[in-house]
């Protein structure tokens, strides 16, 4: 299984960027996916998920408006579009795979993903 993360790089504040997930080695579609992201000195923290019919999504209080989750079932891929980026972004951010919560359910805990990526740098400038 591997989840490929791409997409990271430095960016000026009110920029944006997208991010991209590959996976290979699960049937994508029977998989939530969902975006977290760890700042220097702090824990890893949920940002963004999708369920795996593609009809729910849930953001975390501090990307709503910002941010956009999407995904590419046909091309085994998740997105993140982040638009009017913040200093506070900057974090390494991490794709996650979860196949155990129900069709319509997508998780923002940590412990509920079975399979993640190796990390991308965002990194945002005042």
Known sequence: VQLQASGGGSVQAGGSLRLSCTTSG???????????RQAPGKEREFVAGI???DGGKRYADAVKGRFTI????????VYLQMNSLKPEDTAVHYCAADSMRGYWSVSVALNDYQYWGQGTLVTVSS
């Not at 699960?26 to 977290?36: E, G, P, S």
């Not at 999407?70 to 891929?77: I, K, L, Q, V, W």
């Open 70 to 77: 999407s995904r590419d079932n046909a091309e085994n891929t």
């Open 26 to 36: 699960i049937t994508f579609n029977q998989y939530a996916m969902a975006w977290f």
């Open 51 to 53: 369920t795996r019919s």
